[in-house]
Structures are given as structure tokens and as C-alpha cells.
Antibody, heavy 124, light 107 residues
Framework: QVTLKESGPALVKPTQTLTLTCTFS??????????ATWIRQPPGKALEWLAR?????????SSSTSLKTRLTISKDTSKNQVVLTMTNMDPVDTATYYC??????????????WGQGTMVTVSS | DIQMTQSPSSLSASVGDRVTITCRAS??????LNWYQQKPGKAPSLLIY???SLQSGVPSRFSGSGSGTDFTLTISGLQPEDFATYCC?????????FGQGTRLEIK
């Protein structure tokens, strides 16, 4: 059974750095074609893709000017974890953050399994 | 970035009804279109990928069609558990982008 679970602080202050960890099981990020992605959803709003990391360590980031210089994605295959860091947090970054898996090699953006999400509030 | 526009934004229907939700891309995305279902307080769940391929375990009352810029999700014979929000997502280019969602409510 494939599962993913996000963890991290529920509350961060403006200007702080957010570090989120996705711990997964049931698959390996060393397997060709496997990818992990972070997606967020502000309350009552649409989903927004943030970053992706592939089995071969290729990384892709949001093109948003307000995000792309603030995001870093990495993986620790020995721990089955993917980590997202987001610097200089702002109240507009308040959202539920999800990690998701993609397993179809030719379709890197089919998110077939999602974590339960973790709500992050940015407030002083 | 490719913009995804869904219609309607909300929809009321009854158990047993057939409903159709439309998604339009701002440029051609071939068949790189996915549909997700999201219930309140829960993560999205993949229903359809590649415009018309049913994800394993998803009931056959869900179907998808379209290519290029125009796509539809159809639910034939609504069940009580189908009342949720549905969103489309393009996977043609980076960054992948999502529609704003269609909320399906009980009439």
C-alpha cells in the first residue's frame, strides 16, 4: 500500500523559513519514473503546484515570481522522505500543503496518490 | 502558464442524475488532462487521467472525454458519495495548473 504523510509546523511567523517533510511508503524514489510533488491549497481556493523532484534527482519549481526563488525541494531516499523548504513566509502562504506521487513515467504530472495534507498558518 | 477554466463553478443535482463538468485550457494540451475529486477537509483523489483513462478503483459511472483545449467529466447516475468538488489539471507543461473547481451539491 502506497502512503504519503506530510509533517511540519502548523504555525510560522512572517519572514521565517518553513520546512515540510513528506514521509512515504510503498514505493521508492529510486525507481525509474517515480516522482514526488508538493502542492498547496489556500483556504477556499484552488490548488497550486509548487515543486517536483524525480527519481534521478531532477527538480522543477513553480514559475511564480513570488515563489520560485523561495522554494527548495530535496529527497532522502534512505529515509523515504521528500523535503520542501520555503523561505520568507508571508500570510498569503497560509494553506494546506500536500505531497503527492506520480508513477506514470510518460505522465509526470498525474498525481495518483496524495498525502492527507498539513495546514500551515503564517501569522505573527 | 496554461490557464484552466472550469464551468460551472457550482452545480446542483439529484441522486441518479447525469452531470457534466467542462474544463477548457488556454492552449492545446493534447490529452494531458486529469480530473480529481475532493471532499471537504480531504486531499484530492485522482479520477481520470489522460483525458479519458479511469484510475484504478474508480467507479465506471465516471468518464472523461476531450482533447486539445476542451474536456468534459461526466458522472452517470449520481451516488450520494459523489457530492464533492471536482477539478481539472493540465499535465502538458511545467508548471501543471489546476482549474478553480466545480462544487457539486445535492438538490
Amino acid at each position: 500500500q502506497v502512503t504519503l504523510k506530510e509533517s511540519g509546523p502548523a504555525l510560522v511567523k512572517p519572514t521565517q523559513t518553513l520546512t515540510l517533510t513528506c514521509t512515504f511508503s510503498g514505493f521508492s524514489l529510486t525507481t525509474s519514473g517515480m516522482r514526488a510533488t508538493w502542492i498547496r491549497q489556500p483556504p477556499g481556493k484552488a490548488l497550486e503546484w509548487l515543486a517536483r523532484i524525480d527519481w534521478d534527482d531532477r527538480k522543477y519549481y513553480s514559475s511564480s515570481t513570488s515563489l520560485k526563488t523561495r522554494l527548495t525541494i530535496s529527497k532522502d531516499t534512505s529515509k523515504n522522505q521528500v523535503v520542501l523548504t520555503m523561505t520568507n513566509m508571508d500570510p498569503v502562504d497560509t494553506a494546506t500543503y500536500y505531497c503527492a506521487r506520480s508513477s506514470i513515467a510518460a505522465r509526470p504530472y498525474v498525481f495518483d496518490i496524495w498525502g492527507q495534507g498539513t495546514m500551515v498558518t503564517v501569522s505573527s | 502558464d496554461i490557464q484552466m477554466t472550469q464551468s460551472p463553478s457550482s452545480l446542483s443535482a439529484s441522486v441518479g442524475d447525469r452531470v457534466t463538468i467542462t474544463c477548457r485550457a488556454s492552449q492545446s494540451i493534447s490529452s494531458y488532462l486529469n480530473w480529481y475529486q475532493q471532499k471537504p477537509g480531504k486531499a484530492p483523489s485522482l479520477l481520470i487521467y489522460a483525458a479519458s483513462s479511469l484510475q484504478s478503483g474508480v467507479p465506471s459511472r465516471f468518464s472523461g472525454s476531450g482533447s486539445g483545449t476542451d474536456f468534459t467529466l461526466t458522472i452517470s447516475g449520481l451516488q450520494p458519495e459523489d457530492f464533492a468538488t471536482y477539478c481539472c489539471q493540465q499535465g502538458f507543461s511545467t508548471p501543471p495548473t489546476f482549474g478553480q473547481g466545480t462544487r457539486l451539491e445535492i438538490k
